[in-house]
């Protein structure tokens, strides 16, 4: 039995070591050395203050912003926030839901009843923490915004199209807006 447990016991030590502090270090030396921004969160600054990341949404309320997905977590802070509702399409407390935040999204860009609302207006992301939002949720929300900051809605929609992010590997997911950087380009001198 011992000559099965000690080779055993130092295998188990040797790959502890290997997998548990070598490999780890050998990966973040790496990542600092080859793409630092990326590694340390893509955290994104104005005037040398962190402001978020380009990954991880948050939220904007003021008529004055674009305003982000909805969250299951109200993009709260911290590890142990990234999930869902996990309310399934069939679910009746999610459609009651829905209805209510389509009629609240109608009600605060001032959109008819009938304006077909974008579904990632409405729903959130699987992680509760997407950034992006639909071009056509973007341009929705474009006349609030514009009137909030006094300028002409093409102005808005210029700031949109700028921010517009496209297809990963240039066929993955479809084009999209990254909230923060929208709006920090609407605070910046020339949304202003």
């Known amino acids: 039995m011992r000559r099965q447990l000690l080779p055993a016991l130092g295998m188990v030590i040797i790959f502890t070591i290997l997998t548990g502090v070598v490999y780890p270090l050998v990966v973040t030396g790496i990542a600092q050395a080859g793409f630092t921004g990326k590694a340390n969160g893509s955290l994104v600054e104005v005037d040398g203050e962190t402001v978020g990341s380009r990954w991880i949404g948050q939220q904007f309320t003021g008529d004055e912003y674009f305003h982000p997905r909805p969250s299951a977590t109200?993009?709260?802070?911290?590890?142990?926030?990234?999930y869902?509702?996990?309310?399934?399409?069939t679910n009746e407390t999610?459609?009651?839901e829905v209805e209510e935040l389509v009629d609240a999204y109608r009600t605060t860009n001032g959109l008819?009843?009938?304006?077909?609302?974008?579904?990632?207006?409405?729903?959130?992301?699987?992680?509760?923490?997407?950034?992006?939002?639909?071009?056509?949720?973007?341009?929705?929300?474009?006349?609030?915004?514009?009137?909030?900051?006094?300028?002409?809605?093409?102005?808005?929609?210029?700031?949109?199209?700028?921010?517009?992010?496209?297809?990963?590997?240039?066929?993955?997911?479809?084009?999209?807006?990254?909230?923060?950087?929208l709006n920090l380009a609407l605070d910046s001198p020339q949304g202003q």
């Open 74 to 82: 109200d993009y709260a802070p911290g590890p142990g926030y990234a």
């Open 94 to 96: 999610w459609l009651a």
């Open 84 to 89: 869902g509702s996990n309310y399934g399409p």
């Open 112 to 181: 008819e009843e009938t304006t077909p609302v974008p579904v990632d207006a409405v729903t959130g992301s699987a992680s509760s923490l997407d950034p992006h939002i639909s071009i056509a949720n973007a341009r929705l929300q474009a006349t609030r915004v514009a009137d909030a900051r006094n300028l002409e809605v093409g102005e808005v929609m210029a700031f949109i199209d700028d921010s517009t992010e496209v297809r990963a590997l240039g066929f993955l997911g479809e084009p999209a807006v990254n909230v923060l950087i």
